[in-house]
């Protein structure tokens, strides 16, 4: 099934810098990569996704690319606000065929810190 | 307003026990998860359900049990709650027809004394 590693576990930046999370995904039939934020005590919420007909998205201060060669997404976030500070989780989508299709598996998550 | 609801948000509860959290969702979303969370780590699936009648167990092994009669409504049980069942636990729903993206609730942190 499909695996998701995710780095680094915490990330410190000031306000204004930018901020890149990275993951690798092991399975070559996931075909969907979604991005949530979790904001302290808040339920996780998408922030933005990719499929894998393109190799990169954007939306205002945020960008996913995709290398599917490589096996492998990234979060961008530029000129970082203290608000962006909460634990962000990569995913795939289980490409498996059997029970567990369709299921996101979740990197572990990266805590990001802005710092005013 | 089309959303995912669970109840309790807060919950603290003896040793043995049994508890039921409630998940209902407003989305029209066959496909409905749970998760369990310590705050701000790891996402842990323990039970998904494609639809009415239908329940899986997830990577995360559990003592927990589920069910789903109506589309609507996912509800987690404990028969007998334990100091290690203390955590978050997320509800989620998604329209696999149309995209993979999870809608999640706002959770019930269990707390077992």
């Known amino acids: 099934g499909e695996n998701v590693e995710q780095h680094p576990s915490t990330l410190s930046v000031q306000e204004g810098d930018s901020a890149v999370i990275k993951c690798t995904y092991s399975d070559s039939a996931s075909n969907y990569f979604p991005w949530y934020k979790q904001e302290l005590g808040k339920r996780p919420q998408l922030i933005i996704d990719?499929?894998?007909?393109?190799g990169e998205k954007k939306d205002q201060r945020i960008a996913v690319t995709l290398n599917k060669t490589a096996k492998h997404f990234s979060l961008h976030i530029t000129e970082t606000q203290p608000e962006d500070s909460a634990v962000y989780f990569c995913?795939?989508?289980?490409?498996?065929?059997?029970?567990?299709?369709?299921?996101?598996?979740f990197g572990k998550g990266t805590k990001l810190s802005v710092k005013p | 307003e089309a959303d995912i609801y669970q109840t309790p948000r807060y919950l603290v509860i003896g040793t043995g026990k049994k508890i039921t959290l409630e998940c209902s969702q407003t989305m029209g979303h066959d496909k409905m998860y749970w998760y369990q969370q310590d705050p701000g780590m790891e996402l842990h699936l323990i039970h998904y359900?494609?639809?009415?009648?239908?329940?899986e167990k997830g990577d995360l092994s559990s003592e927990s049990t589920v069910s789903r009669i109506r589309t609507e409504h996912f509800p987690l049980t404990l028969e007998s709650a334990r100091p290690s069942h203390t955590s978050q636990y997320l509800c989620?729903?998604?329209?696999?027809?149309?995209?993979?993206?999870?809608?999640f609730g706002p959770g019930t942190r269990l707390t077992v004394t």
């Open positions: 995913a795939a989508i289980d490409g498996t065929r059997g029970g567990s299709q369709g299921n996101l598996i």
């Open positions: 359900s494609y639809g009415v009648n239908s329940t």
């Open positions: 989620a729903s998604s329209d696999v027809d149309l995209n993979y993206e999870q809608y």
């Open positions: 990719i499929r894998s007909n393109v």
